[in-house]
């Protein structure tokens, strides 16, 4: 199984590799997170050691179960799933450095106090629905940009860029249009310059369809099933978040 899963990593990194040359971009502008929904802590520190130290969870049961096996391998953790509000005081003992799904107000404001509390800070994406589906979480497209402005008041988030799950769809334009999407945002909220609000990040773009994320400017690129195999349920199951399994 290891070696499988190696396998597929230098897939992976080909496949990133390819499309940013295609792209006219250097390689090292997009960064792999590692998504770890129920991959067991084994299996993420072989390919943690293999360099690839950006992993990201859906679930705080999840990086609860596997924080003592990884804590004493050096990486870096980001949460992507839907973050509750009364989750907030203990997603901050385990080492988050990102909050990927930051998506209302009133969650940053509950997120701010707790920080506070703990004299923590943290860094953030906003979260945007770029395809219009009722099932997926993120904040609409045209509410993104005053979003913006409001996070900016919170001293303890550090908002870094945007991020968005593209349409499951076998058509590549239509799943092109939110990545084209989410880029404008980030160009009209640079173009802004609120205060305290950085747009460096585009974290968009699966397994399925990281070369086009990478053609229109993603800088993470999230990939579980094509290095670690398929699940007992589709990618599109558990990024299906008001449906997703507890």
Same mark, same amino acid.
């Given at each position: 199984?290891?070696?499988?899963?190696?396998?597929?990593?230098?897939?992976?990194?080909?496949?990133?590799?390819?499309?940013?040359?295609?792209?006219?971009?250097?390689?090292?502008?997009?960064?792999?997170?590692?998504?770890?929904?129920?991959?067991?802590?084994?299996?993420?520190?072989?390919?943690?050691?293999?360099?690839?130290?950006?992993?990201?969870?859906?679930?705080?049961?999840?990086?609860?179960?596997?924080?003592?096996?990884?804590?004493?391998?050096?990486?870096?953790?980001?949460?992507?799933?839907?973050?509750? %509000?009364?989750?907030?005081?203990?997603? @901050?003992?385990?080492? =988050?450095?990102?909050?990927?799904?930051?998506? #209302? +107000?009133?969650? &940053?404001?509950?997120?701010?106090?707790?920080?506070?509390?703990?004299?923590?800070?943290?860094?953030?994406?906003?979260?945007?629905?770029?395809?219009?589906?009722?099932?997926?979480?993120?904040?609409?497209?045209?509410?993104?940009?005053?979003?913006?402005?409001?996070?900016?008041?919170?001293?303890?988030?550090?908002?870094?860029?945007?991020?968005?799950?593209?349409?499951?769809?076998?058509?590549?334009?239509?799943?092109?249009?939110?990545?084209?999407?989410?880029?404008?945002?980030?160009?009209?909220?640079?173009?802004?310059?609120?205060?305290?609000?950085?747009?460096?990040?585009? %974290?968009?773009?699966?397994?399925?369809? @990281?070369?086009?994320? =990478?053609?229109?400017?993603?800088?993470?690129? #999230? +990939?579980?099933? &094509?290095?670690?195999?398929?699940?007992?349920?589709?990618?599109?199951?558990?990024?299906?978040?008001?449906?997703?399994?507890?």
């Amino acid at each position: 199984m290891p070696q499988t899963t190696l396998d597929n990593l230098k897939v992976i990194q080909q496949r990133i590799e390819n499309a940013c040359r295609k792209a006219n971009r250097e390689a090292n502008e997009v960064k792999l997170l590692l998504a770890t929904k129920t991959v067991d802590a084994n299996r993420i520190k072989t390919v943690i050691e293999k360099g690839e130290t950006l992993i990201g969870e859906n679930k705080i049961q999840e990086i609860k179960q596997k924080y003592d096996n990884l804590k004493n391998i050096s990486h870096q953790k980001h949460f992507i799933g839907h973050l509750q %509000s009364n989750k907030i005081k203990e997603i @901050l003992k385990y080492d =988050i450095s990102c909050i990927q799904s930051l998506d #209302r +107000i009133s969650l &940053a404001e509950k997120l701010q106090k707790r920080l506070e509390t703990e004299d923590k800070t943290i860094n953030a994406f906003i979260q945007v629905n770029t395809s219009a589906e009722e099932s997926k979480f993120g904040i609409p497209p045209n509410e993104a940009i005053n979003l913006a402005k409001e996070f900016a008041s919170f001293d303890r988030i550090y908002i870094k860029g945007l991020m968005t799950i593209g349409l499951f769809s076998a058509e590549a334009e239509k799943v092109r249009a939110c990545f084209k999407l989410l880029r404008s945002i980030q160009q009209e909220i640079i173009a802004q310059n609120i205060p305290n609000i950085e747009m460096k990040e585009l %974290s968009m773009g699966m397994s399925s369809d @990281l070369e086009i994320a =990478i053609e229109e400017g993603a800088t993470i690129i #999230r +990939i579980g099933t &094509a290095i670690f195999g398929e699940r007992i349920y589709p990618d599109s199951y558990y990024w299906n978040e008001k449906n997703t399994i507890r």
